[in-house]
């Protein structure tokens, strides 16, 4: 169920007019519904559940990167998340928003020596390592902390998870995981390294998938691998899938998250049964997108409209730097006027203030509008704010979540004078 719907011609987020939120807080500003989180969320846990798992044989992971809030993560750390973190700098926002760093795994193909230090010193649960050459570099750090590292390997199964290039990441062609013909050697060093634990196993094929055919064929190579490892007496205690349920921006289908999940469980099950006698094996997930994707929406303003002889343009007071992902993907965005109009649509090109021929949020969408008129680009929620920038020294938008008919600001706008105060002009002379 959508928790943006219109009610008597105005869209609402949950029970509160998107209206009511630009007239407190300005545009552009980024809204959440906190109902959509704890649904969204709820789809993987209640799977779980259904599927005979409690906490300790399952676990999600939410995926800092899509939506790094501190009241988004601390939302869902209360719902019993953990945390899929790329960077020291995700894990001190997890520790700032009440995160459990024990249900924190570190993800990312760059850690330095620094970042692998701090998450050592919080007890983080697992490092989902790369390449051998960050296997030795966490063995060293761990050795001189007289600590010993939780690994997983992520392992590339070269499936094609059928997505866009840039957000595909499963193939032999990537930069990501360890490819898996190599993957037994690198577990045999990992094994053989003093302050290494070898604890699981990893991958990530890619993001907005819509069929979890890709997924589970992953699994299969995933089970040989472990199957093969434990011959040789390594043995997996966790097996993480990653994440890359997709969602629907336009017409797409994403497959459900409780039907991918009965099938990946019932998948695990008959394999066990098989191979490990009922030795259990804990599930993890990754998932970023599905969770918050569609629980958020940006709010923006028009400023003008410019009707031309080959294009009319509905100049927005959000731009590129607010959300990227058209400018940079080509991705699709739903456009709806927070409040609807009965007549006068036209076709428009929306686009940001930014002086760049690229930035637009969305392109030919017929609709009835005047200056002034507030705009929602729906399925935000994911890879929107946290991919923004300050191009143009624009500030970033705010932040607000809504609850029931509540409006709570989450992050403030930024002001410009934040924008330069790290920098400093050459002493005179
Ligand atoms: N785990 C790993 C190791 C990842 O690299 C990612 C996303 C996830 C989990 C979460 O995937 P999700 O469930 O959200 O699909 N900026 C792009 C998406 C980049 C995805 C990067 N990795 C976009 O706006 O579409």
Redesign the pocket.
């Given at each position: 169920m959508s928790h943006f719907s219109y009610k008597n011609g105005a869209l609402h987020a949950e029970n509160l007019p998107l209206s009511e939120i630009a007239r407190q807080f300005g545009s552009p500003t980024y809204v959440y519904s906190r109902a959509a989180l704890v649904e969204n969320f709820s789809a993987y846990a209640d799977a779980c559940r259904a599927n005979g798992r409690d906490d300790k044989s399952a676990l999600v992971c939410y995926?800092v990167?899509?939506n790094s809030n501190l009241a988004v993560l601390n939302l869902l750390g209360s719902l019993g998340s953990g945390f899929?973190i790329v960077s020291g700098g995700e894990l001190l926002r997890v520790i700032a928003a009440g995160g459990d760093p024990r249900k924190v795994i570190f993800?990312g193909v760059g850690k330095s020596a620094d970042e692998m230090r701090l998450a050592l010193s919080h007890d983080i649960l697992c490092f989902n390592v790369e390449s051998t050459a960050e296997l030795r570099r966490l063995n060293e750090v761990a050795g001189e902390m007289g600590k010993q590292a939780p690994v997983s390997l992520r392992v590339n199964p070269n499936v094609d998870a059928k997505t866009h290039p840039y957000?595909s990441?499963g193939l032999r062609e990537n930069k990501f995981g360890i490819a898996y013909e190599e993957a037994l050697d690198a577990y045999r060093t990992a094994a053989a390294l003093p302050h290494i634990r070898v604890a699981g196993i990893d991958c990530?094929i890619g993001?907005?998938l819509l069929d979890d055919a890709p997924l589970l064929e992953a699994l299969e190579r995933l089970i040989e691998l472990i199957d093969r490892l434990e011959k040789e007496g390594i043995v997996i205690h966790h097996l993480d899938i990653?994440?890359?349920?997709g969602i629907t921006y336009d017409q797409d289908k994403p497959v459900a998250v409780g039907d991918y999940l009965s099938r990946l469980f019932a998948r695990i099950d008959t394999w066990r049964r098989l191979s490990y006698a009922g030795k259990p094996i804990q599930v993890m997930f990754?998932?970023?997108?599905?969770i918050v994707g569609n629980a958020g929406i940006l709010l923006t303003r028009v400023e003008y409209l410019k009707h031309g002889a080959a294009k009319n343009f509905a100049i927005v007071d959000a731009a590129m730097n607010d959300l990227m992902?058209p400018a940079m993907?080509e991705?699709w965005h739903g456009v709806q006027p927070v409040q609807q109009r009965a007549d006068g649509a036209r076709v428009y090109d929306i686009v940001g203030p930014v002086c760049e021929s690229g930035d637009w949020l969305a392109r030919e969408r017929s609709l009835a509008i005047e200056q002034g008129d507030l705009l929602a680009i729906m399925s935000a929620g994911?890879?929107g704010m946290t991919?923004s920038s300050n191009y143009n020294t624009r500030g970033r938008a705010a932040e607000v979540m809504v609850d029931g008919d509540r409006a709570h600001l989450i992050r403030k706008r930024e002001d410009a004078g934040a924008l330069f105060a790290l920098e400093s002009v050459l002493p005179r002379g």
């Open positions: 995926s990167k899509s899929d993800s957000i990441t990530h993001s907005q990653g994440g890359g349920i990754e998932p970023g997108r599905s992902r993907y991705a994911a890879y991919m």
